[in-house]
């Protein structure tokens, strides 16, 4: 447990199959078996004029209208004005989650997991889908 979210670095994931418009890094829409990061540094938003959801599960429209919703960064950044917690990671963590087996999912949590431990992350914020 996290004793002091003042003091917390926090990180985003979501499995959502959020990507830059285009999907430049050819993100599959599911079944996932690769995860990618994204730099937020510096953005207060999500906008739906650089981002998309190329998940297959759900219906991505309404995402691709406001990727907020699958990637809550202007709540997140208010919350770290707030002082809810101290600092945002800069970089954000990104798959898609549906169909993706269960040793895929480990591993690929264990590696986002790895880097965040070794970048001072001290805890993280999971969009599910």
Known sequence: ?????SKAKVA?????GLVPKGN?????G??????????????????ADDWESVHRGFYA???NQNPN????????????????FKDLYPWFFTT?????????AKRMGEEMAREMKEAGVTACILVAT
């Open 1 to 5: 447990p996290v004793m002091d979210m």
């Open 12 to 16: 985003i994931v979501t499995d959502g």
């Open 24 to 28: 430049p890094d050819k993100l599959p």
């Open 30 to 47: 599911g079944p996932a078996q690769s995860w990618h990061k994204y730099s937020i540094d510096g953005l207060t938003s999500m906008s």
């Open 61 to 63: 429209n309404v995402v």
């Open 69 to 84: 919703y699958i990637l809550p960064l202007n709540i997140v950044r208010e919350m770290e004005g707030e002082g809810v």
């Open 96 to 104: 898609s989650g549906v169909g993706t087996a269960v040793a895929e």
